[in-house]
Nanobody, 123 residues
Framework: QGQLAESGGGLVQAGDSLRLSCAASRLSVSAYAIAWFRQIPGKSEFVTKI???????DYADAVKGRFTISRDNAKNTVYLQMNMLKPEDAAVYSCAATPSSWPRNIERDFEYWGQGTQVTVSS
């Protein structure tokens, strides 16, 4: 019954920053592992995830050092701070949730999904 809604996507230039939000309803982000995936036509890839208690995070090599995932339990929202954006970061970004404490970095481990928000990076 849980729902996720992403926002914050847009058009930016290479080197700029952007913060995406994933607002949850009918589920508490403090009880779910939350991940971000990104999709381009024909491909989907894992970006990052955070454990329910926030003690663990994981990042794809392509974004390590540039992207940061965080959670605000009071707002029931997970964020993706994206810095030093590159043209290859352009994609539709989706957040996903599962009650598992530390899921695998694959789509089928996540049962709740948002609709996605588009990020475009120009060079």
């Amino acid at each position: 019954q849980g729902q996720l809604a992403e926002s914050g996507g847009g058009l930016v230039q290479a080197g700029d920053s952007l913060r995406l939000s994933c607002a949850a309803s009918r589920l508490s982000v403090s009880a779910y592992a939350i991940a971000w995936f990104r999709q381009i036509p024909g491909k989907s890839e894992f970006v990052t995830k955070i454990s329910p208690n926030g003690s663990r995070t994981d990042y794809a090599d392509a974004v390590k050092g540039r992207f940061t995932i965080s959670r605000d339990n009071a707002k029931n929202t997970v964020y993706l701070q994206m810095n030093m954006l590159k043209p290859e970061d352009a994609a539709v970004y989706s957040c996903a949730a599962t009650p598992s404490s530390w899921p695998r970095n694959i789509e089928r481990d996540f049962e709740y999904w948002g609709q996605g928000t588009q990020v475009t990076v120009s060079s």
